[in-house]
């Protein structure tokens, strides 16, 4: 599996442990799932003002938002890892809803890693079934990975 990391903000200073989880979870995701890891995924992290502007532009929402999944919809056959699609995370905005669920932007970014990954698969949460149905994804990855509202997997 490939993840490519692009920081494009400086709001939010990033520990190399956000790095770690952010491929911890797209494993057990794709695990979950009974895929392979042979999946390339980039996630970019930026800032309130950035998502914002990228919302309004691909989904018509004028306003900041946690995370946003591009899936990869192509059907090419090329060789080496399947380009799954790209995620992009405002750090500003989950470390201030991480202080709003009491819980630290380590399992906020593992969460949202996770329910992104899931948006890239094709799951969605617009009608109810499908909502609990990611939910509880979701919640068996951090369960799996141990990451808990007061810790960090350890």
Do not use: C, W
């Amino acid at each position: 599996m490939d993840i490519y990391i692009d920081n494009r903000q400086d709001k939010v200073q990033i520990e190399e442990e956000i790095n770690i989880i952010i491929e911890k979870v797209a494993r057990e995701v794709l695990s979950l799932e009974n895929m392979s890891l042979d999946y390339e995924i980039s996630v970019s992290f930026v800032d309130n003002r950035e998502i914002r502007e990228l919302n309004k532009e691909y989904r018509g929402v004028d306003k900041d938002t946690d995370v946003l999944s591009f899936p990869i919809d192509d059907e090419f056959d090329l060789e080496g890892p399947i380009l799954l699609g790209d995620i992009i995370i405002s750090l500003e905005k989950a470390l201030e809803q991480s202080k709003d669920f009491g819980h630290s932007l380590y399992r906020e970014v593992a969460y949202l890693t996770a329910h992104s990954i899931f948006h890239l698969l094709g799951y969605d949460h617009m009608e109810e079934d499908e909502k609990n149905i990611m939910r509880e994804k979701e919640k068996e990855i951090m369960k799996k990975l141990r990451i808990f509202k007061d810790n960090k997997g350890e």
